[in-house]
C-alpha cells in the first residue's frame, strides 16, 4: 500500500469505523484536537491501562500522581516554559501559511513556486487562561503544555508520604496542552493530547545508568504493543537542541506513513527542575540520604510518550488493507480491511452471533453473551450475513468470533474463529470462557 494514501485510509476508516473523527465536527471541525469514539476510546484506554499496569502496578519504586492541568502562573516561570516554551514562527508573504522553523520541508507555495518567508517571529506554544473573573497579570496562567511539572511541585509531598527511598519514580497520564503553529498528520501533531511520564529520581551520577535502562523499558513497552522493531530508530540529540534542562535526549522515532517521527523519548533533566522550583518557591525540595546523611537535589530521569502518536503507530502498524479474505461472491470483488491489534489493545475481545435469527439460535447466543460481558468488552450482533458480520469485526479489530449454529442444539457446541488465520474449530460452550482467558492472557 503507498505509504501517503496509507494515512488517507486510515483518518477515514478511523471515522467511518468510530474510533477517531475531528472535534465539533457539525460546525467544520477545529484544527488539532479530535474526538475519541466508541472503539477509540477502548482503544486508548487499553494503552493507558497498559503503561499503568507495567511501569505503576508491576514495580515497586514507581508510585501514580494526578496533578492539575492548570497550576499556578509561578510554577511556569520557575520551570522556564513562560520564557522558554518557545517555536520560531514564519509565515510565507504569497500564501501567508504558518510554519513552524523546525518542520519546514521543501513543499511548494499554493500560489506557485518556493514560499518566500518572513524572518522568524517567537511565539509561545502553551495555551493562556485566567483564573476567575478579572482577566490580568495577576490571574494569568497556562493549560500544562507536559504533566512532568505535576511531579517536580509534589516531590516533597509524595515523599513524605510514601516513604520512598531513591532511585524511585512518579508517573502520571494526563491532557497537555500545545497551541501548536501547524497541526498536521492526523493524531501526530495535535494541540490536546495525553501525554504518558515517568520522573524517575537518582542520585546524581548514578543517572547515567538509570538512562540506559529507561531507553531499553520504555523500547521493550512500545514493541509489547505491537510494533516491529525495524520500524523504531533511536535518534540522539546533538547538544545544540536540547532542551534548557536538558543534559542528554534520546527519541524513539517511528517509521510512521509520512517518514520517521518521534513516537516518544527519554531525557535526563538533572536536577534543574528541583532546583529552580526550591528556589523560586522557598520551599527544601532536598532529598535526604538516610545512609550517607547527606541533603541533595536528586537526578531525574524522564521517559516520556504521547498516547495520541502512539495510538497512531499501534493502528498504522494493525491495519492491513488486502485483497478479498472471504469467500463470499458479494465480498469478494471489494478489498477488505483488518486490523490486526494485540489481543490486550484491542476495543472489543469477542463478538457473538446467531448464525441465522431462527429457532433458539439467538437465545443461546444471548446466554453466552451474558456470560462473558462482565469479564471483557463482548459485542452481540444478529444482523446481516455471517460473512459481513465477520468482516465487520476484521475492521474494528476484534481477535475472536463465537457463532452459535444448528449444530450448537445438538452437541452444545459453538464455532470460534480467529481473525488472523480466519480459522474456525468447534468448541464446547461450558469451555469457552476458559479459552478465551487463555488466549487473551487474563
Ligand atoms: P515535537 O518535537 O514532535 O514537537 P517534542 O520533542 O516537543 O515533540 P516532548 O516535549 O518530548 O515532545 O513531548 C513528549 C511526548 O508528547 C512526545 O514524545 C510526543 O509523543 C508527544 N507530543 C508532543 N507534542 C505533541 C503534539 N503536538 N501532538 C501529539 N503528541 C505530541
Known sequence: MENENKLEKIVSWAKRRGFIWPSSEIYGGIGGFYDFGPYGVELKNNIKNLWWK?????????????????????????SGHEKGFIDQLVECKKCH????????????????????????????????????????????????????????????????????????????????????????????????????????????????????????????????LGIKKENLKLFEHPKKS??????????????????????????????????????????????????????????????????????LAVICEAFEETKSRTT????????????????????????????????KLPQVAQEIYQALKPCWNIFYDETGSIGRRYRRQDEIGTPYCVTVDFQTLKDKTVTLRDRDSMKQGRIKITDIKGDIAQKLGC
Request: hydrophobic fraction near 35%; charged fraction near 30%.
Open 328 to 359: 463470499t461472491s458479494q465480498a469478494a470483488s471489494e478489498n477488505e480491511i483488518v486490523l490486526h491489534f494485540t489481543n490486550l489493545l484491542a476495543p472489543v475481545k469477542v463478538a457473538v452471533f446467531p448464525l441465522v435469527n431462527k429457532e
Open 54 to 78: 507495567t511501569f505503576v502496578q508491576d514495580r515497586e519504586d514507581v508510585v501514580g500522581l494526578e496533578s492539575s492541568v492548570i497550576m499556578s502562573n509561578k510554577v511556569w516561570q520557575a
Open 242 to 311: 536540547l532542551a534548557h534542562y536538558s543534559k542528554r535526549t534520546v527519541d524513539i522515532n517511528y517509521n510512521f506513513p509520512f517518514g520517521w517521527k518521534e513516537l516518544a523519548g527519554v531525557a535526563n533533566r538533572t536536577d534543574f527542575d528541583l532546583s529552580s522550583h526550591e528556589k523560586a518557591s522557598g520551599r527544601d525540595l532536598k532529598y535526604f540520604d538516610q545512609d550517607s546523611k547527606e541533603k541533595y537535589w536528586p537526578y531525574v530521569i524522564e521517559p516520556t510518550l504521547g498516547i495520541e502518536r502512539l495510538a
Open 97 to 224: 501559511q504558518r510554519f513552524k522553523v523546525d518542520d519546514l520541508t521543501d513543499e511548494k507555495c499554493q500560489q506557485g513556486g518556493k514560499h518566500e518567508f518572513t524572518s522568524p517571529k517567537s511565539f509561545n506554544a502553551m495555551f493562556k487562561t485566567h483564573i476567575g473573573v478579572v482577566e490580568d497579570q495577576s490571574t494569568k496562567t497556562y493549560l500544562r503544555p507536559e504533566t512532568a511539572q505535576g511531579m517536580f511541585v509534589d516531590f516533597k509531598q509524595i515523599l513524605e508520604t510514601s516513604r520512598l527511598k531513591l532511585p524511585f519514580g512518579i508517573a502520571q497520564i494526563g491532557k497537555s496542552f500545545r497551541n501548536e503553529i501547524n497541526t498536521k498528520d492526523f493524531l501526530f501533531r495535535v494541540r490536546e493530547f495525553e501525554i504518558a511520564e515517568i520522573e524517575y529520581f537518582v542520585k546524581s551520577g548514578q543517572d547515567e545508568k538509570y538512562f540506559d535502562q529507561w531507553l531499553a523499558d520504555w523500547q521493550k513497552f512500545i514493541l509489547n
